[in-house]
């Protein structure tokens, strides 16, 4: 079956600008995930959803990070006014039920550059 | 809080050499412990996994890991390094909440010499 999918893979934008990146779980999956990868700081948590809730925003970085899901399937990730410092690789996970006991079955990334 | 170290940033090792990435953790309880492997340009791919029991754990790919509670150490090993096996490791511990939520080290870039 088809693994976890995000687009686009490439997001080039200048600061100020709002973007929107977008993940596919895999079909079934109840828990997901967005991480963040970037030089300085490594791979951090952002926030993760149970159906289409979010229980645990902790990682968002600020209140110009916003995220969503619906119908239990795709999640959008929104950064407003971006910053340089959002520059990144975006990534999202996604598991069959929440808990550390479950693999988490990652996506490719979105490489976002903020000019 | 929980916390991972991976030591080593960057390991080069021959083809056919054997490997050890180091991997230490801060956690109060019996973490779950995982090791990812991410090639350029690609996701991050589960080598294996620690939960509870013996605690030598067996992997894709050939690799292999042991849990050391004494030590706080969870080190990944290979005992014949491919020169596939090129790619960034990250270990990762397991929040311990019911959320799932993984707590990465700074990873480890392996470059393999012909």
């Known amino acids: 079956g088809a693994g976890v999918s995000q687009s686009p893979s490439n997001k080039v934008t200048e600061k100020g600008k709002d973007v929107e990146l977008r993940c596919d779980p895999i079909?079934?999956?109840?828990?997901l995930y967005w991480y963040r990868q970037s030089l300085g700081q490594g791979l951090e948590f952002l926030i993760y959803?149970?159906?289409?809730?979010?229980?645990?925003k902790s990682g968002l970085p600020s209140d110009r990070f916003s995220a969503e899901r619906t119908g239990g399937s795709v999640s959008t990730l929104t950064i407003q006014r971006t910053q340089q410092e959002d520059s990144a690789v975006y990534l999202c996970?996604?598991?069959?039920?929440?808990?550390?006991?479950?693999?988490?079955?990652f996506g490719p990334g979105t490489r976002l550059t903020v000019l | 809080a929980q916390s991972v170290t991976q030591p080593d940033i960057h390991i080069t090792v021959s083809e056919g050499a054997s490997l050890e990435l180091r991997c230490n953790y801060s956690y109060g309880a019996t973490p779950y412990l995982f090791w990812y492997v991410q090639s350029p340009g690609q996701g991050l791919q589960l080598l294996l996994k620690y939960f509870s029991g013996d605690t030598l754990v067996q992997g894709i790919k050939g690799f292999e890991a042991e849990f050391k509670r004494s030590q706080s150490s969870f080190n990944l090993r290979k005992p014949s390094v491919h020169w596939s096996d090129a790619a960034e490791y990250f270990c990762?511990?397991?929040?311990?909440?019911?959320?799932?939520?993984?707590?990465f080290g700074q990873g480890t870039t392996l470059q393999v010499k012909p």
């Open positions: 996970a996604s598991s069959l039920v929440p808990g550390s006991g479950y693999e988490q079955f």
């Open positions: 079909s079934g999956h109840t828990a």
């Open positions: 959803f149970q159906g289409n809730s979010a229980p645990d």
């Open positions: 990762a511990v397991g929040e311990g909440s019911n959320t799932g939520k993984l707590i």
